[in-house]
C-alpha cells in the first residue's frame, strides 16, 4: 500500500505539469493571455518546482520525509483549488507558482521514502519511474477530457487525490528521523531567480526583441543571479548541492540525461498541443484523444525498461531509448505536417515508447551509487536539472513558434537534443561495464 501511495503522489506531479497543455488555449482565450503569456502556465510551476527541490530534499531530511509528504500534499490542494477559481492570469500564474512549490516538498519526500522504506530500492524506482511516465502522457490526455467541460477542471480534479493521499500519508507512511544541515534558502533564491529571469528573458526576446532594453536587463539580471549561485555553491556554508554527492558519476551522468530528456520528448507535448490546436483546430477533446497512442506507449515503454536495464545495462537502455527518440521526433519533424494517421502517429508511437524508457532509466542511473541516506537529495538534484531545463525549453520553443518557425523546426530542435542524450548515454556505457549493473 505505500509504494502504491507514493506512486499516485508521483502521478499527480508528472500528471499536472502536462494536463495543462491541451487547456491551453482555452485558459489563454477566457483570461485574455497570448502565446508567450500562456507558456508561464507551465514555466510558473516548473521554475519553483526545479528551484526549491533541493530545499524540499533537505526539510526532508531534517524534519522527517513522512511529515512532508502530509503538509506538501495539503498544500498542493490548496493551490490547486486558487488555479481552478481564478479569476485573472495573474491569479492563475500565482496559483501555478504555489503549486510548483508544494512539489518542491514533495518530490523529494517521495524519493527519501522510496529509498527508506523498501529493501529492493531499485526495484520501487522502476515501479515510480513507471508512474511518472505515464503520469505525464496521461495528463496530455485527461487534459483534454476535462478541457471539454471546463479547463478548470484541470485543477479541480487533484482535490480528491490530494485528500487521498494525506489521509494516506498519515496512516501508512512513517517519518524518517529528523537531522540534516540547514536548509539552503540563500542558494534556492539564487539558483530560482536566474531561471525565472533567463525565461522571461527568452519570453521578451520574443515579444520585445533581443535589443529591447527590458530584455537585454533581464537577461544581464540573469547572468548575474547566475553567477552568484555558483559562488554561493562554492564558497557557501550551506550549498543546495552537499559536496559529496557532486563526486558521484552516475549522478552527474543522469543530471545531464534529465535535462536532454525534457528538451527532447518531455517537451513533446508542448508542440503536438499547439500543432493540432492552433494549426490544426482539433477542439480540446479531440486533441486529448489524438494523445492516446503515445500515453500507451509511454506506459509500455516504462514496462518493459526494468528488465532490459537488468540484461543490457541502464546506460545501453538509455542511449537505446534517446536513439528512439531522435527517430521519432526526426518522423515529426519530416512528416508531421501530413495526415495524423500518417504523419503524426508513426512519430508518436516511436517517440512514445522511447519516452518511457528514458524516463525509467535516466532515474535508474542518476541514483545507482547514492547511499540510501542521501536519495531524497540525489533525487531533487535530477529532478532540477529535469524541470529547469522543461522550462528553459518551452520558452525556446515558444520563441521558434512565435518568431515564425515551423513546427518541423521545432520538433528538429527536440530531436537534437535526443541525439544528444543517446550520445552521453553511450559513452557512460562504454566507460563503465555492464557487469557493475548486474
Known sequence: ???????????????????????????????????PAAQWVVSAYAVPFAGFLLVGGRLADRVGAGRLFVAATVAFGVASVGGGLASSGGVLLAARFAQGLAAALLQPAILGLLG??????????????????????????????????????????????????????????????????RVPLPGALLGTGAALGAVLGLTLAGTTGWTAPV????????????????????????????????QIRSLRVGVAATALYMASVGSEFYVVTLLLQTERGYPPLRAGLAFLPLAALVTLGSAVTGRA?????????????FTLAALGLGWLAVAGGASYAGGLLPGLLVSGFAHGMIYTAMFLLGGRDVPAAHQSSAGAVLTTSQYLSGAVTVALLTLVLGGGGSFGAAFALTGVAALAGAVLAAREAVAVPVSRFS
Open 1 to 35: 500500500m505505500p509504494l502504491l501511495l507514493l506512486s499516485l503522489a508521483q502521478f499527480l506531479l508528472a500528471l499536472d505539469y502536462s494536463i495543462v497543455y491541451v487547456a491551453l488555449p482555452g485558459m489563454a482565450r477566457d483570461l485574455h493571455l497570448n502565446l
Open 116 to 181: 527508506t522504506m523498501f529493501p529492493a530500492r531499485s526495484r520501487a524506482l522502476s515501479v515510480w519511474g513507471a508512474v511518472g511516465a505515464s503520469g505525464l502522457a496521461a495528463g496530455v490526455v485527461l487534459g483534454g477530457v476535462l478541457t471539454d467541460v471546463s479547463w478548470r477542471w484541470t485543477f479541480f480534479v487533484n482535490v480528491p487525490v490530494t485528500l487521498l493521499c494525506a489521509a494516506g500519508g498519515l496512516s501508512w507512511l512513517r517519518s524518517t528521523a529528523a537531522g540534516g544541515d
Open 215 to 246: 530584455t537585454v536587463a533581464t537577461l544581464v539580471a540573469a547572468v548575474l543571479l547566475a553567477a552568484g549561485f555558483v559562488a554561493h555553491e562554492r564558497r557557501g556554508r550551506t550549498p543546495l548541492v552537499e559536496p559529496s554527492l557532486r
Open 309 to 321: 536495464v537488468r540484461r543490457f545495462g541502464t546506460p545501453a537502455v538509455l542511449s537505446a531509448g
